[in-house]
């Protein structure tokens, strides 16, 4: 049995900023509305708990689904 707690959430937004590459971590919060050290944990991936509006903010700015920012991946 797969244990839930072999798992977490991962964000993929470095990989679609980077892609894009017409826009900045700032210009991204600016954007969006927050803040921009919210921005720059999710861009490293280093945010703990994921606050729903601004998740929102982020894909609605970026015109993408949750399930393109955020995916859930298994621990080595």
Known sequence: MTK???FYVASNLKRI???KED???RQLAEKAELNFETVRRLYNDETRQYQRDSIAA???VLGIGIGDLLEI???N
């Open 23 to 25: 826009m900045s971590i």
């Open 17 to 19: 900023l980077d892609e």
């Open 73 to 75: 991946k298994e621990r």
């Open 4 to 6: 839930p707690s072999n």
């Open 58 to 60: 982020v894909c609605v």
